[in-house]
């Protein structure tokens, strides 16, 4: 009785195999990037513009900032000539310092990925060195991530 009946013929056998091992690498895939996403996020802050302004005590130069990295930059030291700036909370605390400012209480700035349109404040005072109006300045913004970005202004 159990002669006459028939198995699945091989080829529904191998097409049902194919299907689930295709079926499995997607799932594996789909499993490996949402593993490898998570460390593989990376900073990237451009620097999309730097205005100087001269006035009677300093020269205050304003950066716009843009995130475009997959994460968020926490940027904590400014450096002018490499020489590190003071974080101030405001107006530069003297005409021979360099201050920033962060637009906070702390001294970061935490730039979160894709936002556009974060503003950071350096103050040169104008007694500081040897500065004078025509100098090129270095400006490296330093994260915690440990990247550096360089802008190079020119003081007018």
Request: no cysteine; hydrophobic share 40%; glycine share 10%.
């Given at each position: 009785?159990?002669?006459?009946?028939?198995?699945?013929?091989?080829?529904?056998?191998?097409?049902?195999?194919?299907?689930?091992?295709?079926?499995?690498?997607?799932?594996?895939?789909?499993?490996?990037?949402?593993?490898?996403?998570?460390?593989?996020?990376?900073?990237?802050?451009?620097?999309?513009?730097?205005?100087?302004?001269?006035?009677?005590?300093?020269?205050?130069?304003?950066?716009?900032?843009?995130?475009?990295?997959?994460?968020?930059a926490t940027l904590n030291n400014?450096?002018?000539n490499d020489i590190a700036a003071?974080?101030?909370?405001?107006?530069?605390?003297?005409?021979?310092?360099?201050?920033?400012?962060?637009?906070?209480?702390?001294?970061?700035?935490?730039?979160?990925?894709?936002?556009?349109?974060?503003?950071?404040?350096?103050?040169?005072?104008?007694?500081?060195?040897?500065?004078?109006?025509?100098t090129a300045v270095n400006i490296?913004?330093?994260?915690?991530?440990?990247?550096?970005?360089?802008?190079?202004?020119?003081?007018?």
């Open positions: 009785m159990l002669k006459n009946r028939k198995a699945i013929s091989p080829v529904i056998a191998t097409v049902i195999l194919v299907a689930v091992a295709i079926t499995v690498a997607v799932a594996v895939s789909y499993w490996m990037g949402g593993i490898t996403s998570q460390y593989t996020k990376f900073e990237k802050v451009e620097i999309k513009s730097a205005q100087v302004v001269k006035n009677t005590t300093y020269w205050k130069v304003t950066f716009n900032l843009k995130n475009s990295g997959s994460a968020t400014v450096y002018i003071t974080f101030f909370d405001g107006l530069p605390s003297g005409n021979n310092t360099i201050n920033y400012d962060t637009g906070g209480l702390t001294g970061e700035l935490t730039i979160t990925s894709g936002e556009t349109s974060t503003t950071l404040i350096v103050y040169i005072g104008t007694s500081y060195l040897t500065l004078s109006s025509g490296k913004i330093h994260s915690a991530g440990g990247m550096d970005y360089i802008k190079l202004v020119e003081l007018v």
